[in-house]
């Protein structure tokens, strides 16, 4: 028997190597070029035989929501595809591999989508979607300054925090902002091994030898700073969202441990990088938003339930290593606007301009599940916590247990509320966590 072709694009597309957005019947660009628009033809599906359709229409357990395929991220529509009958069910049953998934209707409206009282997305594809959506890449300004500073207790708690991290990085090889898996596959870029090098020698600095570890660090950040202009503009647009995160990444560690070291001169340096490392968060931001509008990072995925079959690929590493890298994404955003905040606001220059608040996933199952084969069974049955960071304070709201929540959530909540008032959260849900450093 002929294999069949996995082949998504139109043909014009493929032929002139060019992005194609799968549009039916007629793509975009052939659209715009005026030519014939034609698609492999979709693989044929096994019908049922009526009687059993007939059989699970009747079944009371059988509900509206079987018959809601994945969504397609198509130019940033977030369009649903609506599949012909509940039949369809057991064809999305095979390639996810699970005997009972949980999928979920469309809502109704855009404000039940993202409400913006409650802060959270409700999810489509089988509940594992949720970070991909179009409401999902939303940068909003709801921000609005205290009346007062927060203690400086405050602050330097949360500073520890982060020196925390960049050590456990060293130690475990992730953290709370640079998951297990991120770079597993393509190997640590050289960004971040200078970054993994530079916080493993700062934590071996004494007063005798502090001049070294400063040319050590210094010798990083030029190496980095040297090959991202060496690139030129033409080069950099043509960085990955992965690329993007790297160097992000590899800047926000080399600035926290100069940031707040006890040599001038570093301070100093690294005082005159904090709007690079600003520049490269935007930077990540957009690439992020424009793979997620026009490049969606799970290729494997059908557009439509009626092209599965049952020899398909299973989607759901490709949806866990997009939830990786989205999450990592974000998460990395927050940490550089929130860090370089704090240290201004301990330097007496508290802003009130807001660089704006994003989505995060703040339910921690989710973020240390070690598998795909994991994060699916709790994707599947666990609301993912999807929040505007800085509406977190709906999760107490909803009842949310302390422990549920991710400690890159919690440890940013210190901030935002008050080290007392988290603290306060987590006694009173009986969690044996700790938010101090």
Not at 147 to 173: A, C, E, H, K, M
Not at 236 to 259: E, K, P, V
Not at 330 to 346: E, F, K
């Given at each position: 028997?002929?294999?069949?072709?996995?082949?998504?694009?139109?043909?014009?597309?493929?032929?002139?190597?060019?992005?194609?957005?799968?549009?039916?019947?007629?793509?975009?660009?052939?659209?715009?070029?005026?030519?014939?628009?034609?698609?492999?033809?979709?693989?044929?599906?096994?019908?049922?035989?009526?009687?059993?359709?007939?059989?699970?229409?009747?079944?009371?357990?059988?509900?509206?929501?079987?018959?809601?395929?994945?969504?397609?991220?198509?130019?940033?529509?977030?369009?649903?595809?609506?599949?012909?009958?509940?039949?369809?069910?057991?064809?999305?049953?095979?390639?996810?591999?699970?005997?009972?998934?949980?999928?979920?209707?469309?809502?109704?409206?855009?404000?039940?989508?993202?409400?913006?009282?409650?802060?959270?997305?409700?999810?489509?594809?089988?509940?594992?979607?949720?970070?991909?959506?179009?409401?999902?890449?939303?940068?909003?300004?709801?921000?609005?300054?205290?009346?007062?500073?927060?203690?400086?207790?405050?602050?330097?708690?949360?500073?520890?925090?982060?020196?925390?991290?960049?050590?456990?990085?060293?130690?475990?090889?992730?953290?709370?902002?640079?998951?297990?898996?991120?770079?597993?596959?393509?190997?640590?870029?050289?960004?971040?091994?200078?970054?993994?090098?530079?916080?493993?020698?700062?934590?071996?600095?004494?007063?005798?030898?502090?001049?070294?570890?400063?040319?050590?660090?210094?010798?990083?950040?030029?190496?980095?700073?040297?090959?991202?202009?060496?690139?030129?503009?033409?080069?950099?647009?043509?960085?990955?969202?992965?690329?993007?995160?790297?160097?992000?990444?590899?800047?926000?560690?080399?600035?926290?441990?100069?940031?707040?070291?006890?040599?001038?001169?570093?301070?100093?340096?690294?005082?005159?990088?904090?709007?690079?490392?600003?520049?490269?968060?935007?930077?990540?931001?957009?690439?992020?938003?424009?793979?997620?509008?026009?490049?969606?990072?799970?290729?494997?995925?059908?557009?439509?339930?009626?092209?599965?079959?049952?020899?398909?690929?299973?989607?759901?590493?490709?949806?866990?290593?997009?939830?990786?890298?989205?999450?990592?994404?974000?998460?990395?955003?927050?940490?550089?606007?929130?860090?370089?905040?704090?240290?201004?606001?301990?330097?007496?220059?508290?802003?009130?301009?807001?660089?704006?608040?994003?989505?995060?996933?703040?339910?921690?199952?989710?973020?240390?599940?070690?598998?795909?084969?994991?994060?699916?069974?709790?994707?599947?049955?666990?609301?993912?916590?999807?929040?505007?960071?800085?509406?977190?304070?709906?999760?107490?709201?909803?009842?949310v247990r302390a422990a549920e929540v991710d400690e890159f959530a919690r440890h940013l909540f210190t901030v935002m509320w008050g080290l007392e008032k988290v603290e306060t959260w987590v006694v009173r849900t009986?969690?044996?966590?700790?938010?101090?450093?």
């Amino acid at each position: 028997m002929a294999s069949r072709s996995k082949q998504k694009s139109c043909f014009p597309c493929v032929e002139a190597k060019r992005r194609c957005d799968k549009t039916r019947p007629t793509c975009s660009r052939c659209a715009e070029r005026e030519v014939d628009c034609a698609y492999p033809p979709a693989a044929r599906v096994r019908q049922r035989p009526q009687a059993e359709v007939d059989g699970l229409a009747a079944d009371p357990d059988v509900g509206f929501k079987d018959v809601w395929a994945f969504s397609m991220v198509d130019g940033g529509s977030g369009s649903i595809s609506q599949v012909g009958g509940p039949s369809d069910k057991a064809l999305l049953d095979s390639v996810f591999a699970t005997t009972s998934p949980s999928l979920q209707p469309a809502p109704s409206s855009s404000a039940e989508a993202d409400n913006p009282v409650a802060g959270h997305i409700t999810p489509l594809c089988g509940d594992l979607d949720w970070f991909l959506r179009p409401q999902a890449w939303t940068v909003d300004y709801h921000y609005q300054a205290p009346d007062t500073l927060p203690p400086p207790s405050v602050f330097s708690n949360f500073i520890r925090g982060l020196q925390d991290w960049i050590s456990r990085f060293v130690s475990n090889g992730h953290s709370p902002f640079i998951h297990r898996h991120l770079y597993s596959e393509t190997g640590l870029p050289q960004c971040m091994q200078d970054a993994y090098s530079a916080v493993a020698i700062s934590k071996t600095a004494t007063p005798e030898n502090e001049h070294m570890v400063d040319e050590i660090s210094s010798a990083h950040i030029s190496n980095l700073l040297d090959n991202q202009t060496a690139q030129g503009p033409i080069s950099l647009a043509l960085f990955s969202t992965r690329d993007h995160l790297a160097r992000t990444q590899a800047l926000l560690i080399h600035l926290l441990l100069a940031l707040f070291s006890s040599s001038i001169a570093r301070r100093a340096r690294a005082e005159g990088l904090v709007g690079t490392l600003r520049n490269w968060t935007n930077q990540l931001w957009e690439s992020a938003t424009q793979d997620a509008a026009f490049a969606p990072p799970f290729p494997n995925v059908p557009p439509a339930l009626g092209e599965i079959s049952v020899g398909d690929v299973d989607p759901v590493p490709e949806l866990y290593r997009a939830f990786i890298l989205s999450e990592s994404t974000r998460r990395t955003w927050l940490l550089c606007n929130i860090a370089t905040g704090v240290y201004n606001s301990l330097k007496g220059e508290w802003a009130e301009a807001c660089a704006g608040d994003i989505h995060i996933t703040t339910h921690a199952d989710l973020w240390d599940a070690p598998s795909s084969a994991r994060w699916e069974a709790i994707a599947r049955h666990t609301d993912p916590l999807f929040v505007y960071s800085l509406r977190g304070k709906t999760l107490m709201e909803r009842g949310v247990r302390a422990a549920e929540v991710d400690e890159f959530a919690r440890h940013l909540f210190t901030v935002m509320w008050g080290l007392e008032k988290v603290e306060t959260w987590v006694v009173r849900t009986g969690d044996a966590v700790s938010v101090t450093y």
